[in-house]
């Protein structure tokens, strides 16, 4: 039997709980609690994502920020 990636584990397990996948990024933790088959250590994972993804630090996230603050300036 092929083991199953940690990552495609934890998609599917939301998956199951009616969860899409871009819901990880959004999701709080009080509803991941409510997830059947979730372990404390798939929390722990579902929370640094969000962190690492949503953290000021993440240049990413502050380029669109900062284009959002723009194109509300052009709009205003």
Do not use: W
């Amino acid at each position: 039997m092929k083991r199953e990636r940690y990552e495609q584990r934890l998609f599917r397990i939301l998956a199951d709980a009616g969860c899409p996948p871009a819901r990880i990024l959004t999701v709080p933790p009080e509803e991941l609690v409510e997830v059947p088959g979730i372990t404390v250590p798939n929390i722990r994972t579902v929370l640094c994502i969000q962190n690492r993804i949503l953290s000021a630090k993440n240049t990413v996230r502050q380029r669109e920020l900062l284009e959002a603050i723009l194109h509300g300036a052009e709009d205003g």
